[in-house]
């Protein structure tokens, strides 16, 4: 029995075959796990720490990223401060719930269950008035006759509406072909069961644990009576971390075994540390971001924050792009939105500035231009202010 199959029987976890039987059409939240780790909520899921912090972070960060609506013109873009989502993105998607908020419960469901979804709210006139964020657990998805989607969402009371796929915004992780997101959680269900089962180790461990750990060997037969006071005392004075260290007294020939098994020999620390690791890759995220600095210097720590922008952010944001552009938008419209990943992009002011002097220099931009990317006004303007 290997190491990690020690530390899963520990914990009572049972190794089975992975179940490679076709998903249903209609999902929860997490339902299609498969495998041995089978959260049932993304609550569960989140209670492991780098779950919660990988998912934070890209969620955050792109809520985080300013939400700019254009009008093509020709070959020009220009910016439509006019638009109802450049409001939206200002003023927020509905009275409760600003656009930081928003972007973050959308990424954050869909980080965690495959999918992120929201009612589109258009008044009388057909007009974009906001956007209501849907739990992904309060929906079951259908597929109709004509092969689009339709969204069964539950209030909780035992009533539901239907949405069609053209009154949502749905945003996904990859699928299996079916149009329903399948969740980093389940496509990696080995690897997440391997850290739930390390977590588990470490807290039975801390809950159960005497110090040192071992069992009691009796010269003599104890009755049954007698094994119950002595497990009851030992549980009472020695189990659990406000005990760690408390010096027991053994008396009547018994005596004190080691247990052969301790954290150590289970490579413990080890395994926990790897167990970070393994979610950092499945959300790719660098370690640092999620304050994991073992492997840190400080050239990989200056680049972490672009290298996350580029890979991790960048793809997010476009998908968020996307589906703006397929659901609220019209196809053949000349509007679209763009999140802003200058800011994430820019490097130290140095090769920044550096960069700047160099696209004069070349004739790629003009000194107002540079002012524009740097969210300064013209110099003009400040002048006439002035």
Sequence with gaps: MGMIDRIAAIAGFERREQDTSPLDPSWRALAPMTGHFAAASTRAAENLSAV???????????ASIPALVYRRDGGSRLEAIGHPLYRIARQGVSPGMTWPDFIEHLVASALLTGNGLAEIVRGANGALTGFRFLPWGNVSVVELSSGRLAYDVSNGRG???????????????RTNGSGVGVSRLARAAEAMQTVQASNTFARKFLENG???????????????????????NMAERHSGAANAGRVGILSAGLEWVQAQISPEDAELLESRKFGVEEVCRLFQVPPPLVQDYSHNTFTNSETAGRWFAMFTLAPWARKIEAEFARSVFPSSGAYEMELDLSG??????????????????????????VRQVEGWNPRKAKEQVL
């Design 344 to 369: 994430f992009l820019r490097g130290d002011p140095a090769t920044r500035w550096n960069a700047h002097k160099i696209a004069i220099e070349t004739g790629v931009l003009d000194a107002e231009e």
């Design 159 to 173: 009533k539901a509406r239907r949405l069609l796929q053209d009154e949502v915004l749905h945003l996904r992780d």
């Design 210 to 232: 005497a110090h040192p750990s071992g069992f009691i060997r009796s010269a003599t037969n104890l009755t049954d009576k007698q094994i119950s006071q002595l497990r009851d």
């Design 52 to 62: 919660l912090a990988c998912s934070t972070v890209i969620a955050t960060s792109l």
